[in-house]
């Protein structure tokens, strides 16, 4: 029962994440065919990588990928796009002490890059389920896209610290009212959340890539 209903929701993301989201090369994904990057008078028309996460060639019999596929998700390209944070300048400007607050908790950040790095792949999974070549996958390999991700459940921790209303706020009042001065430990804590969403986007990126290379084995 549980399964069906994860299934079903994971096909329900799947159909109105090309609506929300753009895609790594910022490239607005439609639901007309799209021909971007196929080429059919290609000897190689695979979309994975026929390496393994640690950079050593696969077997591309074992894997039964084409020789010359390149990456479903090209990870490096997708973490390149995203800018660092700019941190110059920041140190003693006033800011909403709720985000400072946020920021340097990161309350279920890992989970939260998770799920961001999950609708990446569900925008590319879309792209490949309305593009030319999928006009001629069966509905087993299909299926096998549809359900590439899953339904992932956010644990419940409680609530954040944050959001307590008796905690007590470090605000300045040389600032507006609810506002705080930025120090070296908000900064430590941009600098923190950034390199965790990149491991975290980097970890389940390729976790996907691996399990798409089952999907393009299908007839």
């Not at 300048?89 to 989970?111: A, D």
């Not at 799920?115 to 096998?144: G, P």
Request: aromatic letters at 8%; a negative charge.
């Amino acid at each position: 029962m549980n399964k069906n209903i994860h299934k079903f929701l994971g096909k329900v993301f799947l159909s109105s994440a090309a609506f929300c989201w753009m895609s790594c090369d910022n490239t607005p994904i439609n639901l007309q065919p799209d021909t971007a990057g196929y080429n059919p008078t290609s000897s190689s028309d695979g979309i994975f990588s026929t390496h393994s996460s640690n950079g050593t060639p696969a077997s591309s019999a074992s894997r039964g990928t084409p020789k010359n596929s390149v990456p479903f998700i090209d990870i490096d390209e997708c973490l390149s796009l995203i800018p660092p944070p700019d941190t110059a300048g920041l140190m003693g400007k006033c800011f909403s002490e709720q985000q400072i607050c946020e920021t340097i908790e990161n309350y279920n950040g890992y989970f939260i890059n998770r799920s961001d790095a999950e609708t990446i792949a569900y925008e590319k999974i879309n792209s490949i389920l309305h593009s030319v070549k999928a006009l001629s996958f069966s509905t087993k390999k299909r299926e096998c896209y549809e359900d590439l991700i899953g339904f992932t459940e956010m644990p419940v921790y409680g609530v954040s610290w944050c959001s307590n209303p008796n905690r007590e706020k470090k605000t300045d009042e040389s600032c507006n009212p609810g506002e705080a001065r930025i120090d070296q430990e908000y900064i430590e804590a941009l600098l923190k959340n950034d390199s965790l969403m990149r491991n975290t986007y980097r970890e389940r990126l390729k976790e996907i890539n691996s399990d798409a290379i089952q999907c393009e084995g299908l007839e």
